[in-house]
């Protein structure tokens, strides 16, 4: 069974995604931050990350380049999901080496369409 990790300092979102994502059959990660996040990425090699971009300790474009840049975990896709969503965070996004940004609020079907990245 694919692993998706999901960080989000909100709890609601991580409960709202995490339920979009084991209703489709997705056993799933979840962590609060950035260090976490990278902490669980590493151990638990993910097949795909979805990522706030808003969060208290290291924000999410921080934790994807720390992400690219590490050898155990450079290839795991990330797609951010965040509030930030303007053209020039989509860009910003692509350039910190994710592969999507999703706005909030997403639709169930934005998430399942990220997954394409994963079970490529």
């Given at each position: 069974?694919?692993?998706?990790?999901?960080?989000?300092?909100?709890?609601?979102?991580?409960?709202?995604m995490s339920s979009i994502l084991t209703d489709a059959g997705w056993r799933v990660s979840t962590a609060?931050?950035?260090v976490e996040a990278?902490?669980?990425?590493?151990?638990?090699?993910?097949?795909?990350i979805f990522l706030d971009i808003v969060m208290p300790d290291l924000d999410g474009y921080q934790t994807c380049r720390r992400l690219a840049g590490d050898p155990l975990t450079r290839a795991i896709p990330v797609v951010f999901v965040s509030t930030k969503c303007q053209r020039a965070d989509q860009?910003?996004?692509?350039m910190q080496g994710a592969k999507a940004l999703i706005g909030k609020p997403y639709s169930?079907?934005?998430?399942?369409?990220?997954?394409?990245?994963?079970?490529?």
């Open positions: 069974m694919n692993t998706a990790l999901i960080v989000d300092d909100a709890a609601t979102e991580r409960a709202r609060r931050g950035g990278i902490e669980k990425a590493r151990a638990e090699r993910p097949a795909i860009v910003w996004a692509l169930p079907a934005q998430l399942l369409d990220a997954l394409k990245f994963a079970v490529q």
